[in-house]
């Protein structure tokens, strides 16, 4: 087995939230509720699960864009989450980010040049007068050339912003790089070259990476391993092809319904998740899943499930898994 790179801890992260009318107790949302895993080296983990379940809110957390409620995030066995300010800056070198909207998070007043150049000058890894040639470098291995240099972001297209994300995401030469849905704002043509672009990158630099997203396809494509969460746990966690190919948990189940199949003559299974995600400020009791599983028991309703063993590195949080 692969050297773990990171381990999370019973991640916790709540955001206050406004009280309801007449409601005289303030509710937090739980976005994260003490969810714990590992990446290894040189692997892609995969977060998937529903819009609210929590997956991008775990990513910045351990990038620590936000800073977790409880937990632990011990990368190469040290807990960043105790780091000051300073010590984080070094850690920052190691663990990069790169975000959802290729369109915003790209500054429209600087240049190529100094958008990517910027955190080689900041963390003293190139001077002003070398930082161009870093710059064209980075730029070429994400597929962009010398003539992109002085543009400016609304010159690009989507897919070439999302490469300039990839570009400055690694030019501190990371360990491990978070894709928080990199390819959910583009072309499905540009998908599949953003797709195939992460994974030459992770052959040729040596990287590990958490990749989230909604998009079971994409996930399947490129994870080692994927870990489904809902409601801001992790019910199911397992390599890749064996979560995909035999499912034990019923919401797994449920997701994987509802890929479409490319098939005319196929007219598609019966997606069976139904109803609506019940508020992660107001979650069910017990497993909570509960409400929408069709095979949910009154002990369901009642214990929450703890994430067990259920085949070889496949866990899944189920009182009856399939």
Do not use: W
Not at 284 to 290: E, K, N, Q, T, V
């Amino acid at each position: 087995m692969a050297e773990v790179l990171l381990e999370v801890k019973n991640l916790v992260k709540h955001f206050g939230a406004r009280k309801a009318f007449l409601e005289p107790v303030r509710r937090p949302v739980r976005a994260v509720d003490g969810i714990s895993f590992s990446v290894r080296r040189l692997e892609t983990f995969g977060l998937v699960g529903e819009s609210g379940c929590g997956k991008s809110t775990t990513g910045f957390c351990i990038a620590r864009v936000d800073d977790p409620t409880a937990g632990e995030v011990y990368f190469e066995g040290m807990d960043i989450l105790k780091l000051g300010a300073t010590e984080m800056r070094g850690i920052r070198r190691h663990i990069q980010m790169v975000f959802q909207d290729p369109h915003s998070s790209l500054d429209p007043r600087m240049t190529v040049l100094k958008s990517v150049g910027a955190p080689l000058l900041i963390h003293g890894l190139a001077t002003r007068r070398d930082v161009r040639e870093k710059v064209l470098r980075l730029l070429e291995m994400v597929g962009l050339g010398v003539q992109h240099l002085d543009r400016y972001p609304h010159q690009f297209s989507g897919g070439q912003k999302q490469r300039l994300g990839i570009a400055r995401a690694l030019a501190l030469n990371p360990e491990l790089v978070i894709l928080d849905e990199p390819t959910s704002a583009l072309d499905v043509s540009v998908q599949a070259q953003i797709l195939n672009l992460l994974r030459r990158l992770q052959s040729e630099l040596g990287l590990s990476y958490i990749f989230i997203s909604h998009n079971l396809g994409v996930v399947r494509y490129l994870s080692h391993r994927t870990a489904v969460m809902h409601l801001g746990k992790i019910v199911e966690l397992g390599p890749t092809p064996v979560l995909f190919a035999r499912p034990r948990h019923h919401y797994t189940r449920a997701l994987l319904s509802a890929i479409p199949v490319p098939n005319p003559r196929h007219d598609g299974a019966e997606i069976i998740l139904k109803g609506d995600l019940p508020s992660p400020s107001r979650p069910p009791s017990g497993c909570r899943f509960h409400t929408r599983c069709d095979a949910a028991s009154a002990l369901c309703a009642e214990k929450e499930p703890d994430l067990r063993e259920v085949g070889e590195d496949h866990l899944a949080a189920c009182h009856a898994p399939l």
